[in-house]
């Protein structure tokens, strides 16, 4: 199958989160499962032209009642044959920054931003002479993507396919946080090119605003999101962040596929980060990571106080106002009451980050490091027995991934991928992954945490078996692009699929 990846970020290239990382991924995999996939992205300021290939001539891009001209660059995906598009344009493109900076957090103008991305996707296609069996979109940045392959402008009627040339691709657009939407102001639509009659029927509208992933979601044949858990959670109004009715008159086109972790990024045996190796069969290497974890951030060095590492962003989505809000937070509490180390790599609400720095200023056995480090993540999660995650919600998550990959049992809430990808532990069978806990609270996350402790301290032959069996968990990237071929093929003719 042809696949088009239309995305606002890829590793190396240009990111913000775990989008880049998923969109590079995926499609890796899916090459390697020997379909011809592409990637196409902005070329933003961030991204020198030193090593791409200008393909030849300029793409001319209608949109707003003139036409944008726009160079087209060229790479291949490291690790990879996958090639990758950049579109160039200096007026939307060329300033620092994806979607915003610190001197303007959201740019104003991201709606013309990236419709001009999303119409020159099809330039850029006619160009190339390559029409994709599947486009798949990702999030907001992406979502008019299946809106213009729905429609296009011809004498202010609707046409479903782009002047034919598109009549057999298909669109999926994932879903990979859907606190994310693209609300801007109705103005907005204007610039996009398309037929008044759109604004209602491409489901633009979202209480007298405009919303772009809204859009997406009606127009697009097929959706994804990153885990099954939360393809039911956001069908539901605790979760729906008011697109759950939306969703659930499209259940029998939502479908949730796990994303996977790179294995050669994330492998103890030889992640070169870390001061030892280890694997399932030789935990040796473990222990050396947590005395150098423990060093790292200024613990006692003791192997036999139970370590409980965390690395996240500082924000509401992450539960940090019930483990680290003042007086009430449960983190103050799980170190004064009990026998265990904090160490804590985050940045994020000022607030949180101030909390840490007293917290480790008052308490000896709590430490935290404002910022990020990529060396400091990896150390975290070998050198550390429990990982917390106490997330509100968790769209697919990836730290709870890496961290039973590598032997270091996750304290999560039962949400999203979280619920996916941890099992909770049975005290009779001592079967289990990891602790779960249903509704977030600061009691909730004491409570799991002292179960934790407890195994740490009276099982520790539940706690090994738990962490061996953590290590033989699965999940590829591979495993993901098998269910996204299967999706395809059911979404194309028979003869299609054989390409």
């Known amino acids: 199958m042809k696949i088009l990846m239309v995305s606002s970020e890829a590793t190396p290239f240009a990111k913000s989160g775990g989008l880049a990382d998923a969109v590079s991924a995926l499609s890796r995999a899916l090459q390697r499962a020997g379909h011809d996939v ?3 992205l902005p070329r933003y300021y961030s991204i020198a032209r030193d090593g791409l290939i200008q393909l030849e001539g300029p793409l001319g891009v209608p949109l707003g009642g003139q036409e944008h001209w726009s160079a087209v660059f060229q790479a291949t995906l490291p690790n990879s044959q996958v090639p990758v598009y950049f579109i160039d344009h200096e007026g939307f493109f060329g300033r620092d920054g994806i979607y915003g900076n610190k001197a303007e957090p959201d740019f104003a103008d991201n709606p013309q931003r990236f419709a001009f991305f999303n119409r020159a996707v099809f330039q850029l296609c006619r160009k190339l002479a390559w029409f994709p069996d599947i486009l798949q979109a990702h999030d907001w940045p992406s979502a008019l993507a299946p809106v213009y392959l729905r429609f296009t402008e011809s004498g202010g009627e609707f046409t479903g396919d782009f002047a034919g040339e598109f009549a057999n691709t298909k669109a999926v657009l994932t879903i990979h946080n859907l606190g994310y939407q693209g ?12 037929p008044w009659e759109a604004w209602h029927g491409a489901g633009f509208e979202f209480y007298g605003s405009l919303n772009l992933l809204k859009a997406g979601i009606t127009c697009a044949h097929r959706l994804t999101t990153v885990s099954p858990t939360y393809a039911r959670e956001i069908q539901a109004h605790e979760q729906g962040c008011m697109l759950d009715g939306l969703l659930r008159s499209r259940s ?8 996977g972790v790179d294995l050669h990024e994330w492998d103890p045996a030889v992640d070169p980060h870390l001061p030892a190796h280890y694997s399932s069969t030789d935990l040796a290497g473990k222990a050396a990571c947590k005395r150098a974890a423990q060093e790292a951030f200024g613990l006692p060095v003791d192997d036999k106080v139970p370590l409980i590492g965390m690395v996240s962003r500082l924000t509401d989505q992450k539960g940090v106002s019930e483990l680290f809000g003042p007086l009430y937070g449960s983190a103050w509490h799980i170190c004064h009451d009990m026998a265990v180390q904090f160490a804590i790599q985050g940045s994020g609400e000022t607030w949180c980050e101030n909390e840490l720095r007293s917290l480790a200023g008052r308490l000896p056995n709590f430490r935290a490091r404002i910022g990020y480090s990529e060396a400091i993540a990896h150390l975290v999660e070998a050198g550390a027995d ?3 995650m106490p997330s509100r919600y968790e769209p697919c998550g990836l730290n709870q991934m890496y961290s039973l990959r590598y032997g270091t049992l996750p304290i999560v809430r039962r949400t999203g991928g979280l619920a996916d990808t941890v099992s909770n532990y049975d005290e009779k069978s001592g079967e289990g992954t990891g602790f779960m806990f249903e509704h977030l609270s600061p009691h909730a996350i004491y409570d799991t945490t002292g179960w934790a402790i407890w195994l740490w301290y009276n099982r520790p032959d539940h706690f090994q078996a738990m962490r061996q069996r953590a290590m033989h968990q699965e999940f590829s990237w591979d495993k993901a692009a098998h269910e996204y071929t299967a999706l395809f093929a059911d979404m194309l003719p028979k003869e299609e699929t054989k390409k």
Request: glycine share 8%; aromatic share 20%; proline share 0%.
């Open 183 to 194: 609300v801007y102001g109705k103005s907005a639509f204007e610039s996009f090119a398309l």
């Open 252 to 259: 029998s086109d939502l479908v949730g596929i796990l994303n």
């Open 386 to 388: 429990f990982f917390m």
């Open 38 to 40: 592409r990637i196409v």
